[in-house]
Nanobody, 127 residues
């Protein structure tokens, strides 16, 4: 059983930056591809970014390309989401998730593929 705990959310003005962290415990972190998802009020959960087990492959939603960067530190069992040039439409609860996979260089952007989820952290971007 893997436990995921997000941190780093908060209130920021448009154009600002935040760095989210997701600390994993209870499993072998390097065996999991990781994803960041978000859900705004009244909307479905959507993928933001995903990263392979090795960290060598990453995926970004079109809405965040060029602004967000996903990375991981397998030695520290942590995945990060650096968010720059934030916009009000980025306001949402952000979740990290873990997908156990035997393949080191793949990721998934389908939330149904993910086995474990964190509790989420609120990101609010004001004008």
């Amino acid at each position: 059983q893997v436990q995921l705990v997000e941190s780093g959310g908060g209130l920021v003005q448009a154009g600002g930056s935040l760095r989210l962290s997701c600390a994993a415990s209870g499993g072998t972190f390097s065996m999991y591809a990781m994803g960041w998802f978000r859900q705004a009020p009244g909307k479905e959960r959507e993928v933001v970014a995903a990263i392979s087990r090795s960290g060598g492959m990453a995926y970004y939603a079109d809405s965040v390309k060029g602004r967000f960067t996903v990375s991981r530190d397998n030695a520290k069992n942590t995945v990060f989401l650096q968010m720059n040039s934030l916009k009000p439409e980025d306001t949402a609860v952000y979740y990290c998730a873990a997908d156990r996979t035997i393949f080191p260089a793949i990721y998934s952007y389908d939330p149904l593929d993910y086995d474990y989820w964190g509790q989420g952290t609120q990101v609010t971007v004001s004008l």
